[in-house]
Nanobody, 122 residues
């Protein structure tokens, strides 16, 4: 059982930056693919970014390409989502997840965090 805990959310003005962190309860190095998803008010949970187990493959939603970067620190069992040039439409609860293979699908992940709120003001 892997427990995940997100942090780093908050309120930021449009054009600003945030870094989300996702701490894992156990060693995830090379064991899991990692992903970030988000749920905006009244919408489904959407894919944001994912990183393969090896760390060599990353995939991003078109809406965040060039603005968001997913990374991980194996030594600290922590995954990050660096978000730049934030837009009001990025406002959502952000969730981290781990699973067997890198995937943009919600059902591709076995373990999920509780989420952290990101609000981007105009």
């Amino acid at each position: 059982q892997v427990q995940l805990e997100e942090s780093g959310g908050g309120l930021v003005q449009a054009g600003g930056s945030l870094r989300l962190s996702c701490a894992a309860s156990e060693r995830t190095r090379s064991s899991y693919a990692m992903g970030w998803f988000r749920r905006a008010p009244g919408k489904e949970r959407d894919f944001v970014a994912a990183l393969s187990r090896s760390g060599l493959t990353t995939i991003y939603a078109d809406s965040v390409k060039g603005r968001f970067t997913i990374s991980k620190d194996n030594a600290e069992n922590t995954m990050y989502l660096h978000m730049m040039n934030l837009k009001p439409e990025d406002t959502a609860v952000y969730y981290c997840a781990v699973g067997p293979v890198v995937s943009p699908r919600v059902n591709g992940y076995n373990y999920w965090g509780q989420g952290t709120q990101v609000t981007v003001s105009t």
